[in-house]
């Protein structure tokens, strides 16, 4: 299975300020590669996905996250927060021959106005 | 279109108790997800399965069991609830491999043994 490592457990960040959030997986076999969001009290929602073709990957809210192959890293990141970006990040590895997901341990990100 | 629904939301049980966790799904997912969620872990795999009558052990088994009657439904039992099993549960579904592999989660069962 794979490991995976968030380099961050929190992250404050000011309104309207860029945020990175880093994330590097184990091992370098063929991967499925995911970010997941989670608003307080709620279950997961998947804010993006790596599978395949182009390494740079963009959400509809804004988010984008770089799979890069030789650091086995899928780092996210957002030119510019909102309050509502409030929320855990989740990264999360497959190996593509199988399905189950490894999570990283989380990272909170605190918006601040 | 409901996705993947949980109950209940909350249950407080005392040490030794036995519950099951319900889980159902009406996305014609074949495979689904048994986690649990405890503060700066992330989410460890408890049980999975593949289809129908088909379980499997994930990463933290014990102290669970699952069964897969139907397509749709996954529950979770505990059995001589214990402390260590306070958590928060998601259960989760996806398609089958060769098709697109994201899990979707329902809302969580936060479970407190006292």
């Known amino acids: 299975a794979q490991s995976v490592t968030q380099l961050d457990s929190q992250v404050p960040v000011f309104e309207e300020a860029p945020v990175e959030l880093r994330c590097n997986y184990s091992?370098?076999?063929?991967?499925?590669l995911f970010w997941y969001v989670q608003y307080p009290n709620q279950g997961l929602q998947l804010l993006l996905k790596?599978?395949?073709?182009?390494?740079l990957v963009e959400s509809i809210n804004g988010f984008e996250a770089e799979f890069n192959k030789s650091q086995t890293s899928f780092h996210l990141r957002k030119p510019s927060v909102h309050i509502s970006d409030t929320a855990e990040y989740f990264c999360a590895v497959s190996d593509r021959d199988d399905y189950k997901l490894s999570f990283g341990a989380g990272t909170t990100v605190t918006v601040r106005a | 279109n409901a996705g993947v629904t949980q109950t209940p939301k909350f249950r407080i049980l005392k040490i030794g108790q036995s519950m099951t966790l319900q889980c159902t799904q009406d996305?014609?997912?074949?495979?689904m997800y048994w986690y649990r969620q405890d503060p700066g872990m992330g989410l460890k795999l408890i049980y999975y399965s593949v289809g129908a009558g088909i379980t499997d052990k994930g990463e933290v088994p014990n102290g669970y069991n699952v069964s897969r009657s139907t397509t749709e439904d996954f529950p979770l039992r505990l059995e001589l609830a214990a402390p260590s099993q306070t958590s928060v549960y998601f259960c989760?579904?996806?398609?089958?491999?060769?098709?697109?592999?994201?899990?979707?989660f329902g809302p969580g069962t936060r479970l407190t043994v006292t």
């Open positions: 996305m014609n997912h074949n495979y």
């Open positions: 989760a579904s996806s398609y089958s491999r060769g098709r697109a592999p994201e899990q979707y």
């Open positions: 091992s370098s076999v063929s991967v499925y």
């Open positions: 790596y599978l395949s073709g182009s390494t």
